[in-house]
């Protein structure tokens, strides 16, 4: 699996709306450039996530193949008490 441009492109395009566009139209008052700077970390804080997540299921970390000697092993050093000590 690599990277597709369209998830890419309309996440981008989403957060970016959040994060440019929004901003304008907030509300006049006291509380305008608080509000303005909320919505841009929020937009770039959620794409950042997003695209941390998307990249993370390219290269999927997989845990090691262990044989059955070392299972016995493991579980026989971990103290599991299924383990009756025979192969």
Request: with cysteine.
């Amino acid at each position: 699996m690599g990277a597709s441009f369209v998830p890419i492109t309309v996440f981008t395009v989403l957060w970016g709306i959040v994060g440019i566009v929004c901003p304008i139209f907030a509300p006049k008052g006291p509380n305008r450039g608080i509000i303005q700077v909320v919505l841009m970390l929020t937009a770039a804080t959620c794409w950042l996530f997003w695209l941390c997540a998307y990249m993370a299921q390219m290269n999927p970390l997989i845990g090691p193949r262990l044989n059955n000697d070392t299972l016995i092993w493991i579980a026989h050093t971990w103290g599991n008490p299924y383990y009756n000590g025979t192969k």
